[in-house]
């Protein structure tokens, strides 16, 4: 099975063809561009590299969040056209989960962080146990400062992943004993590692509706949040309540 695997929850422009198992290609890129201007061409030139034309892709894997708002429509629009226009199956696959699997390290509490603005983060940790990665502690939104200390009190080594760790933590904190920022290369995530879940669901049978995926926001925007203020009457009847 050759799938197409999209990452832009973060800054982080990350594109990828795997099939079986394996990596067949991989573009990822950090840089001032934004989603639009690069998702659609590093698409194009992925499957190039990779030699699978789009007809003979079998499924779409996307990160669907939480992350940037922008980034996370931007990603799941473009894959959601391409599931339509093929006929593909697609999953959605969460980021926090995506970069956790980047870190198969038995014995460690994996600390997967995106950056939720304001000084929070959205932070989800994770477990390798006999080559299953399991959820630990469900994701929710925390201060950045809270979590750092909060690692510092868990019984078992602990490593950071996430954007959060390359723009606030890493060579700029100082961290618990027991705490470690993971390597530069393995902070950010990669469409390798959506790619890689997303056939896992697939073969699983696992499928999501084109109709009614939805990025996973947590909490909601900055704008929805200024609206609400600005209009405190008419908030409650036009903005639907997420969950935190």
């Known amino acids: 099975m050759s799938i197409l695997a999209i990452d832009t929850a973060t800054q982080v422009s990350s594109v990828a063809v795997a099939a079986s198992g394996k990596l067949s290609a991989e573009l990822t890129m950090q840089a001032k561009l934004t989603h639009s201007e690069t998702l659609m061409p590093h698409i ?5 590299m990779a030699a ?3 007809d003979k892709l079998e499924g779409i894997a996307v990160s669907i969040g939480p992350g940037s708002f ?3 429509r931007i990603g799941l629009a473009a894959a959601k056209a391409m ?3 093929l006929s593909l199956p697609l999953v959605g696959v969460s980021t926090l ?4 699997y980047h870190y198969p390290v038995a014995g460690v509490r994996i600390v997967c962080l995106l950056d939720a603005q304001k000084g929070n983060a959205y932070v989800e940790t994770y ?4 080559g299953e990665l399991l959820t630990v502690d469900a994701v929710k939104v925390a201060p950045v400062s809270e979590i750092i200390e909060w690692c510092g009190q868990l019984d078992e080594p602990v490593v950071l992943l996430g954007d959060v760790v390359q723009k606030r933590i890493a060579n700029k904190l100082e961290l618990p004993s ?3 920022a993971a390597p530069a ?4 995530p990669r469409a390798a590692c959506v790619a890689m879940l997303g056939l896992d669901e697939l073969a699983a049978g696992h499928t999501d509706n084109i109709m009614n995926l939805e990025p996973v926001y947590i909490r909601r925007s900055e704008a929805e949040v200024l609206w609400e203020k600005r209009h405190p009457e008419t908030a409650q009847k036009t903005l639907p309540t997420e969950a935190m």
């Open 52 to 54: 699978v034309p789009k």
């Open 70 to 72: 922008t980034g996370l």
């Open 97 to 100: 989960k995506a970069l956790a």
């Open 83 to 85: 599931s339509y226009a």
């Open 44 to 48: 194009e030139q992925v499957l190039k």
């Open 127 to 130: 477990r390798w146990n006999q």
């Open 185 to 188: 290369h393995l902070l950010m």
């Open 178 to 180: 027991g705490v470690t």
